[in-house]
């Protein structure tokens, strides 16, 4: 049993699966990919697409790149070309033009979205493997291995299913404020988990797509730092080949701009992409939001105490429950922790464990995560219905955390797009 079909869930549930072990993978949400969403926008044709969530890998990162090949998704490096834009209208000053050195390593993106790994690993998973919509709420040790609680539609009817281990690829701080377990976990493993933070928790990120990349054709990399806000750094979301055009930000941090209602802070966000790109940047044809401080799956909503731990502490790297439960997801790798290296760093750690706790396969390499295991994987095989939806048809679920408009005007809100 693996619970949490993200990068981190998808990675182990498709090597075990590889191994030949019976694996069922079980997701809160209604689509696979977790912190990992890719918006198809309708009316902008079939390679239209943008991320808004994890969107990058880095060069030095082997493990997603290996992944990311063997599911034969390709890779370009993110648009730098030109120069950037630094704005703080509290200076008093104009926004000022700079040119910066390419960092390095290199920003890396995903032909078609970080969520084609997803939806790829999913599809080779068996057709009856995957849960959505199904919330895990308890997590026991019984005889025979351990015993998961769902509540499958959300109404507190509770029903339990046998396995003989179970990864948990869930966020530490969201484990323990959602799953219980019995018996208890160790007060100290409590203390980690709790102290772990959750990647990209109060992240929110916003979207403007437009007719072509007009700022890269006046010499500008669509790069830009405001710390004044509304979009604290913004960044050139073209697809490969610029077919699609977009602009995506991180939203501040401050009241003044999370507070307003979606379209009484549109206006502001238009204004400001205005004075960084010129006046065709404050009029988009469509406008998105992705809310993740809002996402019960992502962000606990529970106050810091202290200061946080590192990712990928060593108590990730232990079993629980009597070598029956094991920790998988971004924030428990030491290596790459947070970012997608990390999360399928740590699926491919577990499905290790369990495979040498069932008696399958050894565990090696640092902590116990396999250089490579499940990475060769077939572009071809049986084809049916795309898991990712809750429909099967592959079309992305309703999302309530996401918000849009469309139209030259962009009055009306679109929301669970």
Known sequence: MVVGAGLAGLTAAHALHAAGM????????????????TLTPEGLGDDAWFDLDATWHWSNQPEVRALAAGLGV???????????????????????????TPPSPSELRFVGGAGVLCRRLAARLPADGLWLGTEVTAIGRQDAG?????????????????????????????????????PGLPDDLVRVMTATPTWMARAHKCLAVYESAFWRKAGRSGLAFSPAGPLIEV?????????????????????????????????????QLGRLFGAEAADPVQYFERDWSNDPYTNDEVAWMGAPLAYGDEAFARPALDGRLFWAGAETSAVGGGHMEGAVRSGRRA???????????????????????????????KQGATPGSATG??????????TGASGRMLSSPLNGL
């Open 22 to 37: 019976s694996v069922r993978l079980i997701e809160a949400r209604t689509a696979v990919g977790g912190r990992i969403k």
């Open 74 to 100: 390709e890779t370009f490096p993110q648009f730098r070309n030109g120069r950037a834009v630094v704005d703080d209208p509290s200076a008093g000053s104009s926004p000022t033009m700079v040119d910066l």
């Open 146 to 182: 351990v015993v998961v609680v769902t509540d499958e539609d959300g109404d507190g009817a509770a029903s339990g299913v046998e396995a003989a281990f179970v990864v948990v690829a869930v966020p530490p701080r969201l484990v323990v404020q959602k799953i219980a377990f019995t």
């Open 235 to 271: 960044h050139d979301a073209c697809t490969d080949g610029g077919g699609a055009a977009g602009l995506w930000g991180f939203l501040s941090g401050d009241h003044v701009h999370r507070d307003p209602a979606f379209d009484r802070r549109m206006p502001s966000v238009f204004a």
């Open 351 to 381: 499905a290790a464990s369990v495979l040498a706790a069932a008696g399958l396969g050894p565990v090696t390499g640092e902590r116990g995560e396999p250089a490579r295991l499940g990475v060769d994987l077939p572009t071809g095989g």
């Open 393 to 402: 048809t592959g079309r992305p679920a309703p999302d309530p955390q996401l």
